[in-house]
């Protein structure tokens, strides 16, 4: 057996099958994205995760506690919730109950680009119980499709030659390893600011207008417009990024 001292986030992890760990709950979210982006993937982890952060690992469309965690992680792995450990199997007792949860990543990966992915999931859960139509024709969320999208033409005849499929990679997959701000920002209700709606795309132009006819479209075309990130499968989220990208509209 070999030992390895030293800090599991910043040293590199040699070839491993089965994960068993009892972690710090501050790394949770930093150590679940270092495991999932470790190449070659290993088969299954078991880990004991704080009960509200496994309970989001595990969530499902619909649930209080879906939100971007719970859509990355799922689309990278199968997770289960193995077994619930009160606090006070420990003492003294710590604040917070735990859980043990199976994470068993998905072989082969779904064959998307996590970087598009995420972008999309990003905008879908910032305001998660808005509707999509109103999350799209937000000026902010507008002018960067846009810029995005003019990026894209201008490099349009280089990528047709590259894009014929897109890729997971690790490190887009790494990428995610910040996400342990999701704990904190997605506790409690959301609010319900007005801020959003006065926010709405006023865009001068005909051709901002027009692009924002464009995402209305796109939306539409799917039945997406009246639908809430927060009730979305990992099925509709592909189809919507793949009715999205078709049209030459991308997130990252
Ligand atoms: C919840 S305790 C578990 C201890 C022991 N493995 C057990 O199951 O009883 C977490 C342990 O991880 C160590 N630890 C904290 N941050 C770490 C890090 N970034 N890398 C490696 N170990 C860390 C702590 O010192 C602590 O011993």
Redesign the pocket.
């Known amino acids: 057996m070999q030992v390895i001292q030293?800090?599991?986030?910043?040293c590199d992890l040699p070839y491993f099958d089965i994960c068993v760990?009892?972690?710090?709950?501050?790394?949770s979210s930093p150590l679940t994205f270092k495991l999932l982006s470790h190449r070659p993937i290993f088969r299954c982890a078991v880990i004991?995760f704080q009960r509200e952060f496994a309970m989001r690992l595990v969530a499902q469309p619909g649930d209080s506690l879906y939100c971007r965690l719970s859509v990355n992680v799922q689309l990278l792995s199968r997770v289960s919730h193995l077994l619930k450990v009160g606090r006070n199997n420990f003492r003294p007792p710590p604040k917070v109950d735990s859980s043990v949860v199976r994470i068993e990543p998905r072989k082969p990966l779904p064959p998307v680009s996590f970087k598009e992915w995420d972008g999309l999931v990003r905008i879908c859960f910032n305001r998660k119980n808005k509707t999509l139509g109103s999350i799209f024709k937000q000026k902010r969320v507008l002018e960067l499709l846009e810029k995005n999208y003019k990026t894209m033409q201008s490099l349009q005849l280089t990528q047709d030659a590259e894009m014929g499929e897109e890729k997971m990679s690790a490190d887009d997959v790494a990428l995610l390893a910040n996400m342990v701000e999701d704990l904190s920002m997605e506790t409690g209700d959301e609010k319900e600011d007005d801020e959003m709606e006065m926010d709405d795309a006023d865009m001068a132009g005909e051709g901002a207008a027009s692009f924002k006819e464009k995402i209305m479209g796109i939306l539409q075309q799917g039945d997406f417009a009246e639908k809430r990130g927060s009730k979305l499968s990992q099925v509709d989220f592909l189809y919507l990024l793949s009715l999205f990208n078709k049209d030459g509209i991308h997130f990252s």
């Open positions: 030293g800090d599991v986030l910043k760990a009892n972690i710090p709950y501050q790394i004991m």
